[in-house]
T-cell receptor, first 116, second 115 residues
Framework: DQQVKQNSPSLSVQEGRISILNCDYT??????FLWYKKYPAEGPTFLIS?????DKNEDGRFTVFLNKSAKHLSLHIVPSQPGDSAVYFC???????????????FGKGTKLSVIP | NAGVTQTPKFRVLKTGQSMTLLCAQD?????MYWYRQDPGMGLRLIHY???????AKGEVPDGYNVSRLKKQNFLLGLESAAPSQTSVYFC??????????????FGAGTRLSVL
């Protein structure tokens, strides 16, 4: 049962336009959400996060929106640049769990291609 | 400041062989994690540790063992490798007191092929 879903495996956007990556979740216990960016042959890199007490968080060209009632979040990149071409993973945390760690549940990723 | 360092970067094993993957972090993080990434599957948690001397099972622990004898190191062992363990393995760490507990920082990965 997939708790974090990224339903679009890929997305192509023209340089300078807006990229919108979507993520849906099913576990209502999730209270912290993160986006990671991954280039080929590299590890995922933390991009931006949002707590469930907020509905928007901005960092430069990147904005994450959270709609708790719909259990949906999205990452907006404006303007998109060719260097943004990568796989983007959505991840969620339900706070302290298991043996006391803060585990992340990841989606399967969306490959973004920004066309010059 | 190197962050999270994984060794080796690549490895080819024959079925039944054993090996150990090493993860080292220099950020004084309490928590460490091992993931595997398979095509179309995202990142799945194998084992994790909440401190020196502790380990716990994640989502897909079978066929793997781990040890955290020192705070900065987290080892992942395969006792008898199987072709199903062909994957890219990522180590991550998180949480120094006073910082966010949820944000994990990843190494560059180890690409393992089991023939």
């Amino acid at each position: 049962d997939q708790q974090v879903k990224q339903n679009s495996p890929s997305l192509s956007v023209q340089e300078g336009r807006i990229s919108i990556l979507n993520c849906d979740y099913t576990n209502s216990m999730f209270d912290y959400f993160l986006w990671y960016k991954k280039y080929p042959a590299e590890g995922p890199t933390f991009l931006i996060s949002i707590s469930s007490i907020k509905d928007k968080n901005e960092d430069g060209r990147f904005t994450v929106f959270l709609n708790k009632s719909a259990k949906h979040l999205s990452l907006h990149i404006v303007p998109s640049q060719p260097g943004d071409s990568a796989v983007y993973f959505c991840a969620a945390s339900a706070g302290k769990s298991g043996a006391g760690s803060y585990q992340l549940t990841f989606g399967k990723g969306t490959k973004l291609s920004v066309i010059p | 400041n190197a962050g999270v360092t994984q060794t080796p970067k690549f490895r080819v094993l024959k079925t039944g062989q054993s090996m150990t993957l090493l993860c080292a972090q220099d950020m004084n993080h309490e928590y460490m994690y091992w993931y595997r990434q398979d095509p179309g599957m995202g990142l799945r948690l194998i084992h994790y540790s909440v401190g020196e001397g502790t380990t716990a099972k994640g989502e897909v622990p079978d066929g793997y063992n781990v040890s955290r004898l020192k705070k900065q190191n987290f080892l992942l062992g395969l006792e008898s490798a199987a072709p199903s363990q062909t994957s890219v393995y990522f180590c991550a760490s998180s949480y120094e007191r006073g910082t966010a507990k949820n944000i994990q920082y990843f190494g560059a990965g180890t690409r393992l092929s089991v023939l």
